[in-house]
């Protein structure tokens, strides 16, 4: 279902205020009002793909994620454990 769609619903046919619509969705007011009175097209928010810096991680953090939900409550190390490990690699993010 579309965007643009659940928003004319619930204006139209749920009656919804529009300072309830744009509480739900994020937008500003004006932009759901825009939304509203115009015929407009479904809006397409691309965002350009960027390297994260837990790209070179990701494998191996994803393997440790898994290990530790093979192992019982007690037995798994808690995030500060994993993010000492990454430090440890390398890794310079917060």
Do not use: C, H
Not at 33 to 57: I, M, N, S, W
Request: glycine share 4%; no cysteine.
């Amino acid at each position: 279902m579309g965007f643009l769609s659940v928003i004319r619903r619930w204006a139209l046919r749920d009656k919804m205020p529009i300072r309830e619509i744009a509480r739900r969705t994020g937008l500003s007011r004006n932009t759901i009002k825009k939304y509203l009175r115009e015929d407009a097209v479904e809006p397409r928010f691309e965002t350009p793909r960027r390297p994260r810096k837990l790209d070179p991680y990701a494998d191996r953090l994803s393997a440790w994620l898994l290990a530790q939900t093979r192992k019982s409550r007690k037995e798994r190390r808690n995030v500060k454990l994993l993010y000492e490990d990454l430090v440890k690699l390398g890794y310079d993010g917060s």
